[in-house]
């Protein structure tokens, strides 16, 4: 009997990976950049985190190949001290926990409703009208409306500590409804069938039914949109930042680290901004090349081999 490592070896979707040039360059320039984010405090050159090893005179200093750079900061400083590779580093890994944290909740909120909506019809109507007024509300009015509630109640240093989880909930209850109505579709169409039917006959209960039977059914719609969302909620995150609602500055995120150095972009600080930017930029564009991929892989009338 095969193992799973010899079947996945064997699959048609491997197959149509290792022959899609642009879908494996992604896929290494996104590995590359998840691991070395999360093995900053091994790779990083100085820890961002620790103030005893940041000297304020060194702010601002330009990378190593510029006049007036050191080659101990490769990419320079920030305005304050700062190593920017390290500080890049660690950034991008909470932009990263972010992006994912935030599309797990999306999708847990998302499947649960749509499930519900789809099977069970006598709450299609309730669970739908109340994702049309979620999608009324956009990201940034609840960010805004919470992040201004948390800060008042806890307070700068109290914000400071709950950034991370408070931005995956806020973006997370911002675009549960795109998983809502993807899955309810998928189960509007699953449960006329024939494999459902026969589970009905049989006595199984309608959540066996719904967790066992239909969900598997409906995960490849899923998966598409989970690509496309955590880039999506990457960028939720960095302007969030941009607006002063984000990560605060002593707990980096590619996206403050784009914001506090915008007002030195025309003071010849180019770097503190521009090198954030561009591997923001590069970490989105990898994941949708890899999401429209995926897309294109799962659904036949768009795949052409």
Same mark, same amino acid.
């Given at each position: 009997? &095969?193992?799973?490592?010899?079947?996945?070896?064997?699959?048609?979707?491997?197959?149509?990976?290792?022959?899609?040039?642009?879908?494996?360059?992604?896929?290494?320039?996104?590995?590359?950049?998840?691991?070395?984010?999360?093995?900053?405090?091994?790779?990083?050159?100085?820890?961002?985190?620790?103030?005893?090893?940041?000297?304020?005179?060194?702010?601002?200093?330009?990378?190593?190949?510029?006049?007036?750079?050191?080659?101990?900061?490769?990419?320079?400083?920030?305005?304050?001290? &700062?190593?920017?590779? /390290?500080?890049?580093?660690? !950034?991008?890994?909470?932009?990263?926990?972010? !992006? $994912?944290?935030?599309?797990? @909740?999306?999708?847990?909120?998302?499947?649960?409703?749509?499930? =519900?909506?789809?099977?069970?019809?006598?709450?299609?109507?309730? =669970?739908? &009208?109340?994702?049309?007024?979620?999608?009324?509300?956009?990201?940034?009015?609840?960010?805004?409306?919470?992040?201004?509630?948390?800060?008042?109640?806890?307070?700068?240093?109290?914000?400071?500590?709950?950034?991370?989880? @408070?931005?995956?909930?806020?973006?997370?209850? %911002?675009?549960?409804?795109?998983?809502?109505?993807?899955? &309810?579709? /998928? $189960?509007?169409?699953?449960?006329?069938?024939?494999?459902?039917?026969?589970?009905?006959?049989? +006595?199984? #209960?309608?959540?066996?039914?719904?967790?066992?039977?239909?969900?598997?059914?409906?995960? /490849?719609?899923?998966?598409?949109?989970?690509?496309?969302?955590?880039?999506?909620?990457?960028? #939720?995150? %960095?302007?969030? #930042?941009?607006?002063?609602?984000?990560?605060?500055?002593? *707990?980096?995120?590619?996206?403050?680290?784009?914001?506090?150095?915008?007002?030195?972009?025309? #003071?010849?600080?180019?770097?503190?901004?521009?090198?954030?930017?561009?591997?923001?930029? /590069?970490?989105?564009?990898?994941?949708?090349?890899? +999401?429209?991929?995926?897309?294109?892989?799962?659904?036949? *009338? =768009?795949? *052409? !081999?």
């Amino acid at each position: 009997m &095969r193992t799973r490592w010899q079947r996945f070896k064997q699959s048609y979707m491997l197959y149509n990976f290792l022959r899609d040039p642009v879908a494996i360059t992604s896929f290494i320039i996104l590995a590359f950049l998840v691991f070395t984010s999360f093995a900053a405090p091994i790779i990083a050159p100085h820890d961002p985190y620790d103030s005893s090893t940041i000297d304020i005179m060194d702010a601002q200093m330009a990378p190593a190949w510029i006049d007036g750079g050191s080659s101990e900061f490769l990419l320079g400083t920030d305005a304050q001290g &700062r190593d920017m590779l /390290s500080t890049m580093l660690y !950034g991008m890994r909470v932009s990263i926990l972010i !992006g $994912v944290g935030a599309v797990c @909740l999306q999708a847990f909120i998302g499947i649960i409703v749509g499930l =519900l909506s789809g099977y069970v019809r006598r709450l299609d109507n309730i =669970l739908m &009208r109340f994702a049309d007024v979620q999608l009324s509300f956009s990201t940034y009015m609840v960010a805004i409306f919470i992040g201004a509630i948390v800060q008042t109640m806890f307070g700068v240093a109290g914000y400071d500590r709950v950034a991370v989880p @408070l931005l995956i909930v806020i973006i997370g209850l %911002a675009e549960w409804p795109q998983y809502a109505r993807t899955v &309810r579709a /998928s $189960v509007l169409a699953e449960r006329k069938k024939e494999y459902v039917e026969a589970a009905r006959v049989i +006595g199984l #209960s309608r959540i066996r039914i719904m967790l066992r039977h239909i969900l598997p059914n409906t995960l /490849s719609p899923v998966l598409v949109i989970s690509t496309v969302q955590v880039a999506n909620a990457i960028m #939720s995150e %960095a302007a969030l #930042s941009f607006l002063g609602l984000g990560m605060p500055i002593t *707990k980096p995120s590619l996206g403050s680290l784009i914001t506090a150095g915008f007002e030195y972009i025309f #003071s010849g600080s180019w770097w503190i901004t521009i090198f954030p930017g561009i591997l923001l930029v /590069s970490l989105i564009l990898v994941i949708n090349l890899l +999401g429209d991929w995926v897309r294109d892989f799962l659904n036949p *009338k =768009l795949y *052409k !081999g």
